[in-house]
């Protein structure tokens, strides 16, 4: 049982738009930086947004982070066939005094 | 680019300890600001994140792990090291090192990941 809460999975067609959720609690999200990740499969995750909205040099702007109390949001804009991956959220708890991952979300691009 | 390079025995018998080393590619192991992490993702899983060590040697680690866990950094041979006790089937998985930063906590470099098996 992850600490964040993301959907298992979510589809959309090439060219649309898809949004991924990531629920949390006053603990992580609400007072912490959210982070996310992009895992094509056999390969290791790759950091798509930090600070809850900032993209990494070379990340395109199809990409978009959001953050709103105890839950964020990625966007992807768009849509490529590429974008297939498992996709998730992180951050810091302040409880547990340690770092959590959602349990991931896997996007088909149909 | 920094690159991480994990390694260690890919099996490892239960009730043993599994030992890995991340090493790094380049001097920036005492970046202040920053930190290493080792995370592991279980077969067809999610990650978890296991704890991290700074180039002074703090370290922090998972509640659910903490009685078995250790982590460590040697900045002469600019490595990490992790060590789990008594594993068992629940530690397979591939593990990986990784950077972050105090209080942003994003993992913006990664290693490949190693596959770690434990066989009864």
């Known amino acids: 049982q992850s600490v964040l809460t993301q959907p298992p999975s979510v589809s959309a067609a090439p060219g649309q738009k898809v949004t991924i959720s990531c629920s949390g609690s006053s603990s992580n999200i609400e007072n912490k930086y959210v982070s996310w990740y992009q895992q094509l499969p056999g390969t290791a995750p790759k950091l798509l947004i930090y600070?809850?909205?900032k993209r990494p040099s070379g990340i395109p702007d199809r990409f978009s982070g959001s953050k709103s109390g105890t839950s964020a949001t990625l966007g992807i804009t768009g849509l490529q066939t590429g974008d297939g991956a498992d996709y998730f959220c992180?951050?810091?708890?302040?409880?547990?005094?340690?770092?959590?991952f959602g349990g991931g979300t896997k996007l088909t691009v149909l | 680019q920094l690159q991480l390079q994990e390694s260690g025995p890919g099996l490892v018998t239960a009730s043993e300890t599994l030992s890995l080393t991340c090493t790094l590619s380049?001097?920036?192991?005492?970046?202040?600001?920053?930190?290493w992490a080792w995370i592991r993702q279980p077969p067809g899983k999610g990650l978890e994140w296991i704890g991290l060590?700074?180039?002074?040697?703090?370290?922090n680690t998972s509640p659910s792990l903490r009685s078995r866990v250790s982590i460590s950094v040697d900045t002469s041979k600019k490595t990490i090291s992790l060590r789990v006790t008594s594993v068992t089937a629940a530690d397979t998985g591939v593990y990986y090192c990784?950077?972050?930063?105090?209080?942003?906590?994003?993992?913006?470099?990664w290693g490949r990941g190693i596959l770690v098996t434990v066989s009864s």
């Open positions: 990784a950077r972050a930063q105090r209080e942003i906590d994003a993992f913006d470099i």
């Open positions: 600070e809850n909205d």
């Open positions: 060590v700074y180039f002074d040697g703090e370290t």
């Open positions: 380049s001097d920036s192991i005492t970046s202040r600001p920053f930190y």
């Open positions: 992180g951050t810091w708890d302040t409880s547990l005094d340690a770092g959590v």
